[in-house]
């Protein structure tokens, strides 16, 4: 039987701090034969290796651009490096600068932080997320939220902030519901699918973004709407808006199931013919807030304008 | 546009297999129309389709179908066969009920054997009051079709010229189908064709949740038939995740030795591939 996983915070004071704490987190991993990784900016994974020495030949690395674009593959990234050696224990170290992130992705970062206390819990990794302790406090909040214990001098002492995480799930999937100049549209039937890809193609047209990223949101809103139309009851509508610096693909059904909070955070654990579609619009696009109410369920997809 | 009759006109996209519809029009021309759409949105779906018809109404309906998919593919795989009426119904009474349900229940079988999920049927009427001898010969045999083709799972559209009826006959008829073959001129989202070499399947368009049971279906049919397939995605221009999921389950299925290649992958469906990361050894990426 395997120790549960564990998830630590870390509040760093600089970067002589950051790399005696992370690289002795490293190290007594090595030392205890575990397996290690760091997901960081690159100039953080240069300080953990010139901590570390001879030893950071031993530490895999992803950059950030990678393992947190977007956000929620860092899960993906976490759970295959600990599939690829089954029975051996891993150290991960996880940091993204928060500084540059949008308000809806900082609110799916907290999700991603809380929902890994869940997701992870019966996996043999022990998580290290670093955090500047100079961050402005909503950030620093998502630290202490999300962490059950905090590394200190060598220790790790318990967190007393710590939040039940699907309590703090809760809290994030409240509806938000279309503002007032919301285009909507009615997409009940099946044949409205390709309708709305097309709507996506076109309305995409002068907002000067990226060709891949409008392939991606026709491919979200397609798994979004499809999801509604299996799982949910009519009227299945989509509104189209602008909000904050997001433009946002706002999926509403009549409702269905309650959706769990934990609901697409993983592709299917085997091949299968069918489950993938949440998890996947959180692979494409920037956000996804999923919530449901007596208006019924909604997802709201985020692009970045 | 029909007498005497309360029902509407089918959609072909979700038609149950098995339906039996008719089409009574006073012009040949409003009939090519009808004919162009059943075998059209057919052949698109993967059956396999009968076209009982003159041959000069075959060359119309060739021609019109060249407009929105590769009519020319569908009629060498033998997905699209064509029939005059003496050869598909025979060309003498007393025996014509029975020989037409023979000829029915010889088809149906056949489109199975050749990789094909279904098959439809579209046949222009004209000649059957004589072949059969009276309406009520003619009424009787489209009662006998209307079972027999629930059984066979064999849909068709009756296309009768009410020009050529007496008054009355075309609502005698109608009553005896489950509902109008449309006309229309909107083209499915996208076709599934049989290709024979190399066997498989070749795909252009949107497939989604749908349509996307159409392309399994037939990819199904084809392995069953030969399970080394490869299926042609050069002209998709979208597929979701559970359309590249569902190809990939029927790969993982196929039998020792036999695989599925994905050939001409376009960026949609490389980029769900590599997303979900779903993959079997018996799933190919041709380059």
Redesign the interface.
């Known amino acids: 039987m395997t120790a549960a996983a564990t998830h630590t915070t870390l509040l760093y004071d600089g970067d002589r701090h950051y790399a005696s704490a992370t690289g002795r987190f490293l190290r007594e991993g090595l030392e205890a034969g575990h397996r290690t990784l760091v997901m960081a900016p690159p100039s953080r994974v240069e300080a953990i290796r010139r901590e570390l020495g001879r030893d950071a030949d031993e530490v895999a690395v992803v950059d950030d651009a990678v393992a947190y674009g977007p956000q929620w593959n860092a899960y993906r990234v976490v759970l295959d490096f600990v599939a690829a050696a089954p029975g051996v224990r891993s150290r991960v170290v996880a940091e993204q600068p928060l500084a540059t992130r949008t308000p809806v992705e900082l609110v799916d970062y907290r999700r991603l932080e809380s929902a890994a206390n869940l997701v992870f819990a019966d996996h043999p990794v022990d998580l290290l997320c670093p955090y500047d302790a100079g961050l402005p406090d909503h950030l620093v909040d998502i630290a202490l939220d999300a962490h059950d214990g905090v590394l200190g001098d060598g220790c790790v002492a318990p967190n007393a902030r710590f939040r039940d995480p699907l309590a703090v799930l809760a809290d994030l999937s409240a509806v938000v519901p279309p503002p007032a100049g919301a285009a909507t549209l009615d997409c009940s039937h099946?044949?409205d699918?390709?309708l709305v890809?097309g709507l996506v193609r076109s309305r995409s047209a002068g907002r000067g973004l990226d060709p891949g990223v409008v392939?991606?949101l026709?491919?979200a809103v397609?798994?979004a709407l499809?999801n509604a139309?299996?799982h949910g009851s009519a009227p299945v509508l989509v509104h189209v808006y602008d909000e904050d610096r997001t433009w946002v693909w706002h999926v509403q059904d009549g409702g269905g199931l309650p959706v769990s909070p934990l609901a697409g955070l993983l592709?299917p654990a085997e091949?299968?013919?069918?489950g993938?579609?949440l998890w996947?619009a959180r692979?494409?696009v920037a956000a996804v807030d999923v919530g449901s109410d007596d208006s019924g369920t909604h997802v709201r997809l985020h692009v970045r304008v | 546009m029909i007498l005497g009759s309360h029902r509407a006109a089918a959609d072909l996209c979700s038609l149950e297999p098995g339906t039996h519809l008719c089409a009574l029009e006073p012009d040949g021309a409003q009939l090519d129309r009808v004919a162009a759409t059943f075998v059209g949105q057919g052949l698109a779906a993967g059956d396999q389709l009968l076209y009982v018809a003159s041959a000069e109404q075959v060359d119309g309906l060739v021609r019109r179908l060249s407009e929105s998919l590769d009519a020319r593919l569908a009629v060498s795989t033998g997905q699209l066969v064509t029939s005059s009426f003496e050869l598909a119904y025979g060309s003498s009474s007393p025996d014509g009920v029975d020989t037409m349900a023979d000829g029915f229940r010889l088809a149906a079988h056949q489109a199975q054997k050749r990789g094909f999920p279904g098959l439809r049927v579209a046949a222009r009427m004209d000649e059957i009051a004589e072949l059969l001898g009276s309406i009520d010969e003619v009424t009787s045999w489209e009662r006998t079709a209307t079972d027999l083709q629930r059984e066979l799972r064999v849909s068709s559209a009756c296309l009768y010229d009410t020009s050529r009826m007496a008054p009355g006959d075309a609502a005698v008829v109608a009553r005896e189908h489950d509902g109008l073959a449309p006309a229309i001129d909107v083209a499915p989202i996208a076709t599934f064709l049989a290709v024979d070499e190399p066997w498989g399947v070749r795909v252009r368009g949107e497939v989604d949740l749908s349509n996307r049971h159409l392309l399994h279906r037939l990819v199904l049919s084809r392995a069953t038939v030969t399970p080394r397939l490869r299926v042609d995605l050069d002209r998709v221009t979208f597929a979701d995740v559970a359309t590249v999921a569902g190809l990939r389950s029927i790969a993982a299925a196929l039998p020792e030795g036999g695989h599925l290649v994905l050939a001409r992958v376009p960026c949609v469906v490389r980029r769900i591939l590599e997303a979900t990361g779903l993959r079997d050894d018996r799933l190919e990426l041709e380059p």
């Open positions: 099946h044949s699918l390709s890809r392939a991606d026709e491919l397609t798994e499809t139309l299996v592709p091949p299968t013919d069918h993938y579609g996947l692979q494409l």
